[in-house]
C-alpha cells in the first residue's frame, strides 16, 4: 500500500495529464477488487473523477470484471453533471462483455430517453447483446436507429448487424445487409457463412464460401470449424477431403478446435479412418477432441473401439466429462452389455461427476436396452418427481415397448399425463412402438388420433410406426392407403416398415412397389436389396434373386454378415458362421450338432424357408444349424452356470427359424435366454417367448 500512498500524496503536485497516466498505471498493475475500491474513493474524494472520463470508464471496466456489474453501474449513475457518450459506451460494453445482455438493452434504451446520441461505437455492443438473446424485434429496431444516425456504412456496425441477424435465425434480412456492405472482411462473411449451417442450409453455406475465397480471403479457425460442420451435414465426402485440403493449406490444422471439426466432419461422412489419422496426428488434443474421437466411433457403428478409446482416455491427461458420460452410455446401450454398462455406470459415481438429467435418462435408457429393464424402472422410481423430465417418461415407455410390454407401457403413458408432463413427438414415437411390437392397432390408432390434441404434428416417423403396425398385422392394403394419403412424401422408413411387412405376410406385388422406392430414396442401403431378395427368396423366385444379387455385386453391396455376442464373466464373446478363428468353435459347433438333435427329438422342424439359397434339403438343414444366435446359445449352455439367464445381442432381426429352436432350447435345458435383434427383446422361457410370435 505504500506506493498507491505515494501516488496520492502526489495529486495536487504532478500535472492532470501525468496523474492520468499514474493512476492508469496503479489500475493496471494492481489486480484485487480492495485495491480497486481504494484507488476510486481516492479518484472520487479528490473530484479528479469529474476531470477524467477515460479513468471512470477504466475503473467500470474493472468492477465487472471482478464481477460487481452493480458497483460500476453505481459509479456511472452518480457521475456528476451525468455521463458522457464516451462513459454510456463504456457501461453497455461492460454489460454486454459480462453477459448481461437484458441491461444492455435497457441501459441503451435509457441513453436515447436521454437524448444522448449513439455513435458506430455504440451499436456493436447493443447489436452483440440482440444477438446472444435473438431479440430480432429489438434488432430490428436498433437497425433503424442505424439508418437514422448514418452509421448504416460503419465497417463494425455493418459486421454487427449481419452477426445480429444471423444468429437471430433472420437469414434474408442478415443476407441483404451483407450484400449492401461496402467492405466485408473474414468476420463478416464467416457470420454469414455461420447463419447458413445453423440453419442447416449447408449447399448455402459453401456456396458463400467459395465466394468468399474468390475474393481473395483466407478463411480463419472459425470460418474452417463452420465449413466442416456444413460439409458434415451433407456427408460428402468428397467435400471433405477438399476442406481438409484448405485447413492444412491454411495451416490451421494444428487450432485445437479446427481438428476437433474436422474429426467431426470426417465421422458424419463415415470416414473413421479418417478421423482417427486426424486425431492422431493432432498435437494438442482437449476433453472435445476425445469426446468427438469416441463420438465417431458411436455414429459409425463401432462401440467397441468407443470403449477401447475410452481406456486410452483415462490413461491420458484429459479427465472424462459429463459429455464423455453421455457418450460411453451410449456405446453400452448400443452393444447391449449389462457388463459394461454397470461399470461406465460405476465410474460416473466414483468419479463425483455431475449426473444432470439428460445424464441419468440416458443411463436408465442404457439398462433398458441391455436387457435390464428393473434398473431403469428403480432408477425413475427413486428419482423425485420434481426432477423427471418428458425424456425420463420417454425411456421408461420405450424401455417396456421394445421389451415387448405394450399395454404396460400404455399405463406409463397414462400415468405421465396424469402427472401434467406433456408428451412430444418421441413420447408418441415410442408409445406408438410398443403397440406395434404386440399388436395393439385400435389402441395404436387412439394414441396417433390424440397428437393433434397434444399439439403434436405427425411426422415421417410416426407415420413409419403406424405402417409398422398395421403391415405386421397384415393389413398391407390399409397401410398402403395411409402412405398415399401422408401430407408429405413418404420417407425410407415408411417404405421400409412396409417391405418390412411385405415379407413378413410374403406380398411380392406390394413388395416391389416399396423397393423401387427405396432403392431410388437410398440406392446404397444394402438392407432393402436384402429383404427384397429374401421376398423373391421366400417365394422360390431364385431367377429374381439372381438378378438382385448382381445388381448388388456390380455396385459394390454387400450384404451386413450376420453375428452375435453374448458376455460371460467380464469378456464378450461374438459369433458368426464363417469365423474360424475363434477359440471356441469346435466345441461350439459339437454342442451346436447335439442341439439339432435334441431339438428333432422334441418336435422341432427346420424352416427351410430362412434359407436364402438355391441348395438342397439337406445343406439348408446345416446352413441353419450354423446360424450365429444358436452358436451363441450353444457357448452360453456350455459356460454360463445353469439357473443364469443367457443374453444375446444380434446385429440383424431374428429369423424364424432360430426364434422356433430359441422356444424348444428353452424349454429342453430349463433356461431362460434372452435376446435383443435389431427390432427388440425376445425373452425365451419354458417353451414360448415373450413377443407371443408377434414380431
Known amino acids: 500500500m505504500h506506493r498507491l500512498g505515494s501516488h496520492i500524496l502526489c495529486r495536487n503536485i504532478i500535472p492532470k495529464c501525468e496523474l492520468e497516466a499514474h493512476y492508469d498505471a496503479l489500475l493496471q498493475s494492481y489486480n484485487s477488487l480492495p485495491t480497486l475500491g481504494q484507488i476510486h474513493s481516492s479518484l472520487t474524494t479528490t473530484g479528479f473523477i469529474r476531470q477524467s472520463p477515460h479513468l471512470g470508464a477504466r475503473i467500470l471496466l474493472r468492477y465487472t470484471k471482478f464481477g460487481h456489474s452493480e ?50 461505437y455504440t451499436y456493436p455492443f447493443v447489436l452483440k447483446a440482440c444477438a446472444a438473446q ?69 449447399e448455402s453455406a459453401l456456396n458463400l464460401f467459395y ?66 489419422l486426424v486425431f492422431d496426428d493432432m498435437r494438442e488434443r482437449d476433453g472435445i477432441t476425445w469426446n468427438s474421437m469416441l463420438s465417431c466411433y458411436i455414429h459409425n457403428g463401432l462401440a467397441s473401439e468407443a470403449l477401447f478409446l475410452f481406456d486410452k482416455m483415462q490413461a491420458s491427461d484429459v479427465k472424462p466429462n459429463p459429455v464423455t458420460a453421455l457418450v460411453m452410455v451410449s456405446a453400452c446401450a448400443f452393444l447391449g452389455s449389462k457388463n459394461v454398462g454397470k461399470k461406465i455406470h460405476d465410474f460416473i459415481v466414483t468419479s463425483d461427476m455431475e449426473i444432470d438429467v439428460m445424464l441419468h435418462n440416458a443411463i436408465m435408457d442404457m439398462y433398458a436396452k441391455c436387457g435390464d429393464l428393473g434398473t431403469c424402472l428403480k432408477m425413475f422410481d427413486r428419482t423425485p418427481s420434481s426432477e423427471l423430465n418428458a425424456s425420463s417418461w420417454n425411456a421408461l415407455i420405450s424401455g417396456y415397448g421394445m421389451h415387448g410390454l405394450g399395454r404396460e407401457a400404455l399405463e406409463i403413458f397414462t400415468r405421465m399425463k396424469e402427472e401434467g408432463v406433456e408428451p412430444n413427438h418421441i413420447t408418441f414415437t415410442s408409445v406408438l412402438s410398443a403397440c406395434s411390437h404386440v399388436g395393439l ?70 413388395g416391389k412397389v416399396a423397393a423401387n422406392q427405396l432403392f431410388h430414396l437410398e440406392p446404397e442401403h444394402t438392407g432393402y436389396y436384402v429383404l427384397m431378395s429374401n421376398i423373391y427368396a421366400a417365394s422360390s423366385k ?154
Open 542 to 695: 431364385w431367377q429374381e434373386v439372381g438378378k438382385l444379387r448382381q445388381y448388388m455385386k456390380n455396385k459394390g453391396l454387400r450384404k451386413p454378415a450376420a453375428f452375435s455376442v453374448i458376455e460371460f464373466g467380464d469378456e464378450v464373446y461374438g459369433f458368426h458362421t464363417a469365423d474360424q478363428l475363434n477359440p471356441f468353435r469346435r466345441d461350439v459347433y459339437r454342442k451346436v450338432e447335439a442341439l439339432a438333435e435334441e431339438m428333432k427329438m422334441a418336435g422341432y422342424m427346420p424352416d427351410r424357408s430362412c434359407v436364402l439359397h438355391d441348395v438342397e434339403e439337406e445343406d439348408k438343414d446345416q446352413i441353419l444349424n450354423y446360424h450365429c444366435e444358436k452358436l451363441a446359445v450353444a457357448f452360453g449352455l456350455m459356460k454360463i452356470e445353469p439357473g443364469l439367464d443367457i443374453h444375446i445381442t444380434k446385429n440383424l432381426r431374428v429369423c424364424n427359424d432360430c426364434h422356433s429352436a430359441l422356444k424348444i432350447i428353452s424349454n429342453i435345458y430349463g433356461r431362460k435366454i434372452v435376446v435383443r435383434d435389431a427390432n427388440r427383446f425376445h425373452h425365451f422361457q419354458g417353451g414360448s417367448c415373450s413377443c407371443k410370435d408377434y414380431w
Open 134 to 202: 435473438a431479440c430480432v424485434v429489438e434488432g430490428n429496431m436498433v437497425h433503424c436507429d442505424v439508418i437514422r444516425t448514418g452509421f448504416d456504412s460503419d465497417v463494425h456496425v455493418e459486421a454487427g448487424l449481419v452477426d445480429m441477424y444471423a444468429k437471430c435465425g433472420a437469414i434474408n434480412e442478415g443476407r441483404k445487409v451483407f450484400d449492401e456492405m461496402s467492405s466485408r472482411d473474414v468476420v463478416c462473411w464467416t457470420a454469414m457463412i455461420t447463419a447458413y449451417e445453423q440453419a442447416e442450409r449447408a
Open 71 to 120: 458497483k460500476a453501474r453505481h459509479l456511472f449513475d452518480n457521475i456528476p453533471n451525468g455521463p458522457n457518450s464516451f462513459l454510456w459506451n463504456t457501461m453497455l460494453r461492460a454489460y454486454t462483455n459480462g453477459s448481461h445482455f437484458s441491461q444492455t438493452l435497457v441501459l441503451y434504451s435509457l441513453m436515447r430517453k436521454t437524448g444522448i446520441k449513439p455513435n458506430n
Open 441 to 510: 392397432i385400435d389402441e395404436g390408432r387412439r394414441c396417433f388420433a390424440e397428437m393433434e390434441k397434444s399439439s403434436v404434428i405427425p411426422e415421417a416417423k410416426h407415420y413409419a410406426c403406424m405402417v409398422d403396425m398395421l403391415g405386421r398385422a397384415g393389413r398391407l392394403h390399409e397401410t398402403y392407403e395411409l402412405i398415399k394419403k401422408m401430407p408429405s412424401q413418404p420417407s425410407d422408413a415408411v417404405w421400409g416398415a412396409l417391405l418390412l411387412a411385405c415379407r413378413i405376410h410374403g406380398y411380392t406385388d406390394l
Open 211 to 276: 465466394k468468399m475465397q474468390q475474393e481473395g480471403l483466407s478463411m480463419d479457425s472459425i470460418t474452417a470449424v463452420t465449413v466442416a460442420s456444413a460439409v458434415g451435414q451433407l456427408g460428402d465426402t468428397k467435400k471433405a477431403l477438399t476442406v481438409h485440403g484448405y485447413v492444412i493449406l491454411s495451416d490451421l490444422v494444428w487450432d485445437v478446435c479446427v481438428g476437433n471439426s474436422i474429426i467431426a466432419m470426417y465421422a458424419k461422412c463415415g470416414e473413421v479412418e479418417k478421423a482417427l
